[in-house]
């Protein structure tokens, strides 16, 4: 994780989120209002879960910092729901010499500790990332063992499908096969020949 830029001098742009409209920002304001980042100076995405990767308050961040400006945060979770997605975010930022200070977490990759702190982060979603992999494969097997087939169920049986065939071949029009069946007219042109 080399950053170009080896100090910080430029802005210090805040990032603030919450995941519903009942949430309060405040709290996050009133951690950036101590970390002296200027209200101006702030992005915000209200009632923006952060699973969601594109965020308008973030995307216009992304879009305006420059080397080395820092983006304060009141948590790192702030920036993502997920690790690796985080973990992904501040390589690319730090990469392109943009600094990172999350105020709770007490974490600054301005400082050795804080790209000490950001590498494990590193480690640790790709640990994640492995974990979550095996456990994936090890569920399908189990599954598969006992019977079952993973995925997402067939919207018409065999039967069906050669009804919805059979209909399509005496000339009815997908759309009034899809409402006869119950199902979508691209399901009718997927599992028909016309």
Known sequence: MRTTATKTTGQRLGYVRVSTGKQDEQL???ALDKAGVLKRSRYVDHGVSGAKTSRLGLDA???DVQPGDTIVVYKLDRLGRSVAHVTGLLADLTGKGIFIESVSDGLNSSTPTGVAMMQMLSIFSEMERSFISERTTAGLAAAKAQGRVGGRPK???SKRAKQA???RNAGEVPAEIARTLGVSVATVYRLTKG
């Open 28 to 30: 996050q304001h009133d």
């Open 165 to 167: 065939q059979a209909l």
């Open 61 to 63: 961040l992304l879009a």
């Open 155 to 157: 919207a018409l049986d």
